[in-house]
C-alpha cells in the first residue's frame, strides 16, 4: 500500500488549504481512510475519517465545522478541504487507510485502526 500527500503548505489565519491523498496497491473503494495530524512536541492525534463508501463522516471536535473529508474512489483519492485555519492547525498531515476492509476507522481508538501511513505533508498556518 502507498499513499502519498499532496497539497501542504503555507496559509494564514482564516484562510484555506486542502490535502489531497493518492492511495495505490489496494482496492480503495474497500476501505476506509483517515486524516492524522502531528504538531511539533505533540502526539500523533486523529483529525477525520471517511467510509469506504463515503457515506459517513467523522471528525476531532477541534476541526468539526471547517474541515471536510471526502473521498473519489475513482480516483482512488481522499481528500481533507481545511477552511478557516488557525495557527495551532499547524501540523504534519498524514493520511491513513484502515486495516481492515468495510471497517470503519474507529473513534474510540483511530490509530490502532490503522493499516498504513503516508509520509505526510506540512501545514503551517500563520497568525
Known amino acids: 500500500v502507498r499513499l502519498v500527500e499532496s497539497g501542504g503548505g503555507l496559509a494564514q489565519a482564516g484562510g484555506s488549504l486542502r490535502l489531497s491523498c493518492a492511495a495505490s496497491?489496494?482496492?480503495?473503494?474497500?476501505?476506509?481512510m483517515g486524516w492524522f495530524r502531528q504538531a511539533p512536541g505533540k502526539e500523533r492525534e486523529f483529525v477525520s475519517a471517511?467510509?469506504?463508501?463515503?457515506?459517513?463522516?467523522s471528525y476531532a471536535d477541534a476541526v468539526k465545522g471547517r474541515f471536510t473529508i471526502s473521498r473519489d474512489n475513482a480516483k482512488n483519492t481522499v481528500y481533507v478541504q481545511m477552511n478557516s485555519l488557525k495557527p495551532e492547525d499547524t501540523a504534519v498531515y498524514y493520511c491513513?487507510?484502515?486495516?481492515?476492509?468495510?471497517?470503519?476507522?474507529?473513534?474510540?481508538?483511530?490509530?490502532?485502526?490503522?493499516?498504513?501511513w503516508g509520509q505526510g505533508t506540512q501545514v503551517t498556518v500563520s497568525s
Open positions: 496497491g489496494l482496492t480503495f473503494s474497500y476501505y476506509a
Open positions: 471517511i467510509t469506504w463508501s463515503g457515506d459517513s463522516t
Open positions: 491513513a487507510v484502515a486495516k481492515k476492509s468495510y471497517t470503519s476507522v474507529s473513534l474510540q481508538a483511530p490509530q490502532s485502526s490503522i493499516g498504513s
